[in-house]
Structures are given as C-alpha cells and as structure tokens.
C-alpha cells in the first residue's frame, strides 16, 4: 500500500504515507503511465517531509528511477503478435551460448491469444532443457522501433503472480525470408530494466516458418467432392478449400479431436496419387505431416499421414513417414452415387475354417454370428440383399446399396451402404471378406461360391438399360489389402 491520495495533476499523485525508521509522516509522488487497458506503469519520488510543493516533489523523479508495472488481473487477453509457426534460438542469463540445433518451435493456439513455445535441450549449452509453455498476450504496446509484449505464462511449477507474469520487448531485423524477430524476457512480474532485446533473463531470435502459400494445392479429386468419411464414421474430413481441409476424430467419444491441415509444400502428384507436406494445428498443438492421398476410383481414397514433425523438410523423409509409424485410413466421399452393382446372381458365403462369425452387423445374429450367408443382387441393380443364418436358427434379410467399386492388380472391392452404416465386401479366388471397419486387412472370414445366374438372363437378354456384365463369368479375383488405424488416429 502507498498510501492515501491527496494531490492530483495530470498522471502525477501525490500520496500520504508513513516514514517507518522516523516514525513520522511523509509524501511520495507517483507519475503513472498507462501503456495498455490491462498495464499501467509508475515511477515514484523518495517519500519526502521537507519540500516546497507537490510540484516541485514530483519534478524530483530521476529519469533513470526504477521503472514498476502494475497489471490487470481481470483484464481480458488480445491477439498475439505471432501468428503461424515460428522455429526459434534461446540463450538463459544472459549466456553467449546459444541453443540452435535443435531449433524450437513457436507457434500461435487455434485461439489466436495464446502462443505454444516447445523448448528443445541442446547437448552442447548447459542449462537448456525440454520443455513446454504457453503464453497468454494480455498487453502489447511500442515504444519507438521496440515492441512491448505481457503476458501470462503457463508452466511446470508455476504458483504466484511474480511467477507467472512476464514481459518481452522485440525488434523485428531484415526482410522477407531473411526476418527475424530478436526477443527478451524479464526475469520478474514487470518490464524493469528491459530495455534492449539482446538482455535478458532469456533471449530469442525466432525465424518465421515459411509456406510455398497459394502455390500449394491438393489434388481437385479429393477436394471436388469436399465431404469423406470413413467405414465406420469415426473418422470424417471436409475440404473447405483447395489448400486446406478440416478432420474430425470421433474414436475417442469422451474427448473427439478437430484438426486443421493446410497445404505446406508439394512432394510429388500424378493422376492418382498426391503426396504434400501438410502444416497441422489442433488447439494448441501444431506441426508438420507427411499426407498421402492414393485415389482409387470416383467417390474412394486411401489417405496415409505420418506422426508430426517440427521442421516441415524431415515430415516426408523415412524418419517421419515410413509403413511402421504412418497411420492409414480408407475415406468414402459422402457424395458418392448409388452404382450398379458388379455382382449378379445369387451367391452362398460359408464361414471359414478358424473364424468366429462371418457377420455379425444383424441384431437377430448378435450373440451367436452368422454361420452363412447368402447373397443376391439383380442384373444392372445397385442393390444387394443378404440374407444371414444365425446359429439359433434364425434368419435375417437386410438390404444394402452399391456404390464405387474398384479392381487393382487383379483384387476387387465393393463399398456397401445401409441406413447410417457403410460396410466393404472384398472378395478373390471364391474367398471374401464383409468388414464394416476396412476393407480387406485380415485373412478371409469366409468362402463365396455363385448358386444361381442373375434371374433376367434366364427369362431375356440383356438390354441396354440393364447389361450384364462380361465379368460376372469370371472367377473372383484376389482381395485388396489396406491399411487399417486400429486405434485412436494421431492427426
């Protein structure tokens, strides 16, 4: 506590105290600054008994007096500075030896008045460490070519107001991709003796992360249709535009995850494959992934994406993008058209040897499984019947739409939709698999053999309106096998 005010002009307060070592009262000047709606910042004078009057008390204040700030702790924070990734060096104390390699990362939270700094350790700078913090800019003001920033920081150990509260001043150096941005930190709860971005509690130069920008654009078959969703609908992606896209992760219920992905740089594109690197944020979490896109007919694609990395040159290289770390996920677009189906006739599917259930997607054959199936569909129609006998003894019928079918070296697979649920029969050499998670993936759950020919080509001929198809008589061909995430997906 000052004291109690008794003298006002302009910025300038002269408040009533007490001299505790003279046991008598005094006087103290105060000229108040407001930098910011949440800062204010004071110089003060010696608290005084003898002097002529308030002005000349408050003319007292040595320029080089200690500068003190006082923050708002209701204030509500405002966009920070630094949008985008930012990697970044840092040096403790004032220390010559600068943390380089690895480079941090910087980057801006989906709510654009937090920022995430990631610190790497640096084997040959001691006392550097790993470790993660946020910042909340809560104030952000200039003072000739420097800029002020205040702000909350979030971190390990953190308890009292002195602790978390603190100030930065930088200067921005050079041009385009030469830029940086010089940066120290106070080692208190206030901007005193901050008067240079080289000194410092901690000092930074931060280098902006640097896109190929509207030259970067995914293929149009994938962001044409705009909407996808996997088989099982936990996993859902829409292309607002032809740089960015947004993925929805629904495996984990109690907390779903948004992610963002925006063109970075291209790797390599042909008719049927694209590969990018892709800059990612989810909240506060951001880098850079290796993303694969391999269409496989209209309306169907396989899309792979590796783990994230810091530095968007190492997302693509083997460390980051190989088949033992990248994740892999069959997407259906949900614009995709009912088709005639490939299959006509009527087909029996027997269990196989080994397997527990053929299909288990019917209420009625839920505790026990289907011990067979059988399946019909008519000539040029896009629909397929099933019709499932339970080990109970009953028997269920459920009717399915075709839609986008593909053949690849020799392997077929046929996309079935049903009310809300989308199921993939994929089927070679009289053996198949009816997943409603991937399509093929695991050893077939049952043998496919044809009892019947289509019943319109045993009453007429095939017309226009409803061919049959040529390949109807040939032996089924060999199943495709695909990736499948098989837990949560780290996008």
Known sequence: EKGECTWNSGSQYVVEGRDEERGERCFKCLSIYRKHSNVLQYKESYCETHFENFESLCMGIAGDSPMYSMIRRTGSPEPCPFHGPHTFTYAKGGSAAQCSFPRSYLDSCSDRTKLQLSFQACTDVQGSETSSEQLTCLAGWKEGSKHYLLGEVSRQHVYTDEQKYRCFVYEYHGKGAHRVIRMAESMSASCKGLW???????????????????????????????????????????????????????????????????????????????????????????????????????????????????????????????????????????????????????????????????????????????????????????????????????????????????????????????????????????????SGETCGGRKPAFTMSETAPCLQALSSQPTSASPVPDRLAAAFIPIMILFHVGGKANL
């Open 196 to 434: 240079s971005p080289l000194e410092g509690f901690r000092t930074f130069e931060i280098k902006k992360v640097l896109s190929a920008g509207a030259e970067c654009r995914y293929p149009t078959w994938f962001t044409g249709p705009r909407s996808w969703t996997s088989l099982t609908s936990e996993i859902s992606v829409h292309a607002h535009t032809s740089h960015g896209f947004k993925v929805e992760n629904l495996q984990d219920t109690v907390d779903p995850e948004n992610s963002f992905m925006s063109c970075h740089s291209a790797v390599r594109e042909d008719d049927t494959t694209s590969r990018v690197v892709s800059y990612v944020k989810s909240n506060c979490d951001s880098g850079f992934v290796c993303t694969e896109f391999n269409r496989l007919t209209d309306g169907v694609l396989e899309a792979r994406f590796g783990p994230k990395a810091r530095n968007p040159t190492e997302a693509c290289s083997s460390l980051y993008f190989s088949p033992s770390v990248m994740k892999s996920v069959l997407l259906v677009s949900r614009r995709s058209k009912p088709e005639p189906c490939p299959l006509s006739g009527r087909y029996q599917l027997v269990r196989a040897a080994g397997e527990d259930s053929v299909y288990s997607w019917s209420e009625s054959c839920a505790a026990t499984g289907a011990e067979s199936l059988e399946l019909s569909a008519g000539c040029g129609s896009s629909h397929i019947h099933l019709e499932a006998s339970c080990g109970s003894g009953n028997r269920t019928k459920q009717s399915f739409t075709c839609h986008a079918h593909w053949t690849k070296d020799g392997q077929q697979h046929l996309v079935l939709s049903r009310a809300e649920s989308t199921l993939c029969l994929s089927y070679a050499d009289k053996l198949a698999t009816l």
